[in-house]
């Protein structure tokens, strides 16, 4: 969607803790409380795939506004967003399994790993 191309670019990451010490969502103070309760481990877990969906995301906002100004923009980008859009799928279903299953659901699937998109 290139009209939401500014957006994208303009997007920066934060940690799960700023974020929610930034949220205006109700039991955003609840959650960072928590977040500091959970096991070390499984913290390490959960914020080495951020860190992994952080690298994706990163990566395609630096190849869209690479291509920006090309003649084929916005066709050039269809194929890169489609693949990173399914790494990020794919992470998200690793954070939803830690979330959910705890650390010995996170590493059933294919891989305890995530995907890079092609072309990154």
């Known amino acids: ?3 939401m191309t500014d957006e994208a670019l303009a997007w920066r990451p934060r940690g799960y803790r700023e974020y929610f010490q930034q949220s205006p969502l109700p ?3 609840e959650a960072v409380r928590r977040y500091e ?3 070390p481990a499984l913290r390490k877990r959960f914020e080495s795939i951020l860190k992994r969906l952080i690298e994706i995301a990163q990566a395609a906002q630096r190849r869209v506004a690479a291509e920006l100004a090309g003649p084929n923009f916005p066709g050039s980008i269809v194929e890169p967003c489609e693949s990173t859009a ?4 794919e992470g998200l279903q690793h954070v939803a399994r830690l979330i959910n299953e705890g650390p010995v659901g996170a590493a059933r699937g294919k891989s305890a790993t995530i995907s890079s998109p092609s072309g990154s």
């Open 1 to 3: 969607m290139p009209e």
């Open 27 to 29: 039991g955003a103070s």
């Open 86 to 89: 399914a790494a990020m799928r």
């Open 37 to 39: 309760g959970v096991d």
